[in-house]
């Protein structure tokens, strides 16, 4: 298997390529970075499978050429809204399987819409194999399927601990950062009354996580809230949330404010939002038991005939902030793309088409134990075993 990784040596990317470096069905890996120094020096590092090239992906000429005897590629090239579609549409027309960390739900929406393309081309893609989504997608199935039917599905994160990896071949804004800009400026797509609706992001939502305290989350653009509707049409409510990070700061609103009423760009913006996290940053705080997970999906619905709800959140020490384990944007988004890499390589999930990873062609325990095995050849958790990272509340 040849892969190439697309922006592998940035602060996402260079997580998933050390990892699969090591898969025994790896037999190439050709880090392509706009920052071809970076790219390179980054190759140096890791095992003599891994090679390095410059590449732009914006010159479709020299993007095709790049895919020329590529078996997969692995795309984490963001903004996504920018590059997402481009690139799945050159892997589509190469005969390249492909895979990547998408966190944005225009891209997402059109990526889908490739899904016969793909078909025809005998290409499995996945989109979004990240931690939000990826993670949360998969946490938010082991709920579905704990219920026997689903009305509501929402998935949540803290953004406190959404913030970018140190190390990246990136200059000038952050992909991270202009990611968050797009997705809480404007308007962004939900599933409400049986229907995609147009919304404000940020706008409270009251949640009943089972176990705690109702909280309030606010509306975060997302791809779950509109993929998982997608796949399960059953479904009358799908909202992706975000909690902590002081999202309800007049700092924050007044940095988005400036982009909706077009007095800043969003490059400008993403700056200030990189300085307005730095700023926060001051230290760290023991998080209340009664705190809302750092990372969870949850579905209402019936058990038994019953009204009754399931939380699947994601827990452990590699989540505490400042702790021994302590885990980074980074390694939490670019492990489960090196794990799809494994299970894509492995058979265990192989049908052409494009896919969102709740879509049932794969099984999320199976995953995330593959995602936590991973985790602990890094040193990032105490523990591998999935009952020890993953917490199931039932109402």
Request: hydrophobic letters at 45%; one cysteine or more.
């Amino acid at each position: 298997m040849k892969i190439l990784a697309i922006g592998g040596s940035g602060g996402m990317g260079r997580f998933a390529v050390a990892a699969a470096q090591h898969f025994d069905t790896v037999e190439q890996i050709v880090i392509a970075d706009l920052n071809a120094d970076s790219a390179q020096s980054f190759a140096a590092q890791m095992n003599d499978k891994v090679s390095a090239m410059g590449l732009d992906v914006s010159d479709a000429t020299a993007l095709g050429s790049a895919m020329v005897g590529i078996d997969l590629v692995l795309n984490t090239c963001g903004p996504f809204y920018r590059f997402g579609v481009p690139i799945l549409q050159a892997a589509i027309d190469a005969g390249c399987h492909y895979l990547d960390i998408c966190d944005d739900w225009e891209p997402t929406v059109e990526m889908l819409k490739l899904d016969q393309a793909a078909k025809a081309a005998g290409v499995s893609a996945i989109v979004g194999l990240g931690a939000s989504p990826g993670i949360s997608n998969m946490l938010a199935l082991i709920a579905m399927q704990e219920l026997d039917s689903v009305s509501t599905l929402y998935t949540g994160w803290d953004l406190g601990g959404a913030t970018p990896e140190e190390q990246s071949s990136q200059k000038g804004a952050s992909a991270a950062m202009l990611h968050g800009i797009e997705q809480m400026t404007g308007e962004v797509k939900i599933y409400r009354n049986s229907a995609y609706q147009i919304t404000k992001p940020l706008s409270p939502a009251l949640v009943g996580y089972p176990g705690l305290p109702s909280l309030t989350g606010h509306i975060f653009g997302h791809p779950e809230a509109v993929t998982f509707p997608h796949n399960y049409p059953q479904l009358q409510e799908s909202i992706n949330l975000a909690h902590g990070g002081d999202i309800d700061s007049w700092l924050l609103k007044g940095i988005l404010g400036l982009v909706n009423w077009g007095l800043v760009s969003r490059e400008r913006a993403a700056a200030l939002l990189a300085w307005f996290e730095r700023s926060r940053a001051v230290g760290v705080e023991e998080k209340s038991p009664q705190a809302p997970p750092a990372i969870y999906g949850m579905a209402v619905g019936t058990k038994h005939g019953k009204s009754a709800s399931v939380g699947v959140s994601w827990i452990g020490d590699a989540l505490e902030a400042g702790g021994e384990f302590e885990l980074g944007m980074g390694a939490a988004t670019g492990i489960p793309l090196a794990c799809g890499v494994k299970f894509l390589l492995e058979g265990r999930m192989s049908a052409p088409g494009v896919f969102s990873p709740e879509a049932g062609h794969i099984d999320p325990r199976e995953f995330l134990a593959e995602v936590f095995e991973q985790l602990g050849k890094l040193g990032k958790l105490s523990s591998t075993a999935l009952d020890d990272n993953i917490r199931i509340s039932y109402s």
